[in-house]
């Protein structure tokens, strides 16, 4: 599985804000 830098990034940002929104809720 080869994702581009780009996308992985975006993807690791999403995850991270959807876990701080989850621990901020």
């Given amino acids: ?4 830098p ?3 990034r975006m993807i ?3 995850v ?3 876990y701080t929104n989850r ?3």
Avoid at 1 to 4: A, C, D, K, Y
């Fill in 12 to 14: 690791a940002i999403m």
């Fill in 23 to 25: 621990t901020s809720a």
């Fill in 1 to 4: 599985m080869v994702r581009l």
């Fill in 6 to 8: 780009v996308e992985q």
């Fill in 16 to 18: 991270s804000w959807r």
